[in-house]
């Protein structure tokens, strides 16, 4: 009889391969005494938890930023307030303090 692990319902998956790639795979198999379905399976388990693991790190990364975002966000609406009295609308200041001055002028007489 033969041993069926839970949740394993085995389906056939059948997809195309470079001609080289399957001869190097065949090759190695035998040699190594192990089956293609094997190897592949096995490959495909790799690619799926590190990729599963890679996905949980950058979500935690991301909900991190956003909290990090959130809090700055709330630190500088505090700061900055639109309209304020002190240095007109918060549209202007940040216009007349953020941009860098033009190195080419558009006025060149060359062109």
């Known amino acids: 009889m033969e041993k069926v692990l839970p949740n394993y319902d085995p ?3 059948n997809f195309k391969v ?3 790639l399957k001869y190097h795979l065949d090759r190695l198999s035998k040699f190594k005494g ?3 379905t ?3 399976n096995r ?4 690619w799926v938890r590190d990729e599963t693991k890679q996905l949980e790190q ?3 990364i ?3 930023m956003s909290k990090l975002e959130g809090t700055i966000e709330r630190s500088v609406l505090r700061t900055v307030t639109p309209n304020s009295h002190q240095n007109g609308s918060w549209e202007k200041s940040y216009e007349d303090e953020s941009l860098p001055l033009p190195i080419f002028s558009s006025h060149d007489d060359r062109w």
């Open 62 to 64: 991301y909900e991190l």
């Open 34 to 36: 192990v089956s293609r």
């Open 11 to 13: 389906i056939l998956i």
């Open 18 to 20: 470079p001609k080289n």
């Open 58 to 60: 950058d979500g935690r």
């Open 38 to 40: 094997s190897i592949l």
């Open 43 to 46: 490959l495909i388990e790799e």
